[in-house]
């Protein structure tokens, strides 16, 4: 499952990917399954474990220059392909689109975002997170409704 983020409204699609490996070990829920998702009711984030924060994050470069991973004088004078492969060869993306220059960033191998805190699940660039994680989950694969996985349940397990 990968929360695209396409003009003018961000889109969704699915991305095979190995499941097993790239699940998080705190995930006790399986993002892919959508039937298994939670309607979202606020201060819900409180409580989870991050869940929606495994999921592939497709991102422009707006949201690269607000993370402070590209220079605004770099996007504007390098070409995306070429910022692409910088940005892939120091580990912050997994994946660039040459034809709509979409990049995902790049998740460790437990499945986890490179940005959340592995341990207390909580995103370290909040104030400057993508515009993909900041309308989940009103813009996704299922509208309203997100991987909830309560923190405790998981921690316990
Ligand atoms: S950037 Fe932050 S909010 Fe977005 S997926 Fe990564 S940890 Fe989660």
Redesign the pocket.
């Known amino acids: 499952m990968t929360?695209h983020m396409l003009a003018p409204m961000p889109s969704y699609s699915i991305i095979k990917t190995n499941s097993f490996q790239m699940r998080s070990p705190t995930s006790i829920v399986d993002v892919d399954r959508l039937d298994s998702w939670t309607r979202y009711k606020p201060g819900m984030c409180d409580s989870c474990a991050?869940n929606?924060?495994t999921m592939p994050?497709e991102v422009k470069m707006a949201d690269l220059i607000r993370l402070e991973l590209v220079d605004p004088f770099e996007a504007e004078h390098e070409e995306p392909k070429q910022i692409a492969k910088r940005l892939m060869k120091a580990g912050f993306i997994d994946h660039f689109n040459f034809k709509n220059s979409i990049f995902t960033?790049a998740r460790r191998s437990s499945g986890d975002?490179?940005?959340?805190d592995a341990k207390e699940r909580h995103?370290?660039?909040?104030a400057k997170?993508?515009t993909?994680?900041r309308t989940h989950p009103q813009v996704g694969p299922k509208p309203g409704f997100c991987p909830y996985g309560a923190l405790a349940q998981s921690r316990a397990k």
């Open positions: 929360m991050a929606c924060c994050v960033l975002c490179q940005f959340l995103c370290t660039v909040y997170r993508p993909t994680c």
